[in-house]
């Protein structure tokens, strides 16, 4: 049982946009930041959105994160047959005083 | 560009101790934090702790009693050991370097690119 809620799955269609969820509580995404996580089939995960909303040099703009209370989200635009993953959910838990992922959100272009 | 690499025993015996070395080049193990995290098979990514490059440390509450970390500066590497595994510790093991701004503001990257152990007799 992750601390983390995510969707298990999630797809779209070549183009589209989709969204995944991510909930939380008040000691993680309510009082810290999150990021979010891309894991492409047998490698290892890569970072693609930091401090809620911010993307690493390299990580084209379709990804796209947002927080709001005790909830964040990762949107991908623009949805194309490249972006099928596994993705993941993190943030600090202040009363575990370590790190938490959501227990992923695999990603299918149909 | 800092990258980084696991090493270590890709079977343990059960109850026996699980011992990885992550090994950063392309960059200092200075002022950054490092982590581990680890992925059964199929399943999902569980942070197992991190060390910083004064020893100082953090761990999984779930993992605490098995788990300890140090970091050895002069050889650029920081090395992970979990006691009394069980086949529950079968996953990939990764390391990654932790940018930390502010207590609660932090993120992994770089990743290693991890490493299978098999806990099995």
């Known amino acids: 049982q992750s601390v983390l809620t995510q969707p298990p799955s999630a797809s779209g269609t070549p183009g589209q946009r989709v969204t995944i969820s991510c909930s939380g509580s008040s000691s993680n995404i309510g009082g810290n930041t999150v990021n979010w996580y891309q894991q492409l089939p047998g490698t290892a995960p890569k970072l693609l959105i930091y401090s809620n909303n911010q993307r690493p040099s390299g990580v084209p703009d379709q990804f796209s994160g947002s927080k709001s209370g005790t909830s964040a989200s990762l949107a991908i635009s623009g949805l194309q047959s490249e972006d099928e993953a596994d993705y993941y959910c993190a943030a600090w838990d202040d009363s575990l005083n370590g790190w938490v992922f959501g227990g992923g959100t695999k990603l299918t272009v149909l | 560009q800092v990258q980084l690499q696991e090493s270590g025993p890709g079977l343990v015996k059960p109850l026996e101790t699980l011992s990885l070395t992550c090994t950063v080049s392309g960059g200092t193990i200075d002022t950054y934090y490092w982590s581990w995290i680890r992925q059964p098979p199929g399943k999902g990514l569980e942070w197992i702790g991190n060390i910083y490059n004064s020893g100082n440390t953090n761990y999984n509450p779930s993992l605490k009693s098995r788990v300890s970390m140090s970091v050895d500066t002069s050889k650029n590497h920081f090395s992970l050991k979990l006691t009394s595994v069980t086949a529950a510790d079968t996953a990939v093991y990764y390391c990654?370097?932790?940018?930390?701004?502010?207590?609660?503001?932090?993120?992994?990257?770089?990743w290693g690119q991890g490493t299978l152990v098999t806990v099995s007799s």
């Open positions: 990654a370097r932790e940018t930390i701004l502010v207590r609660g503001v932090g993120w992994f990257d770089p």
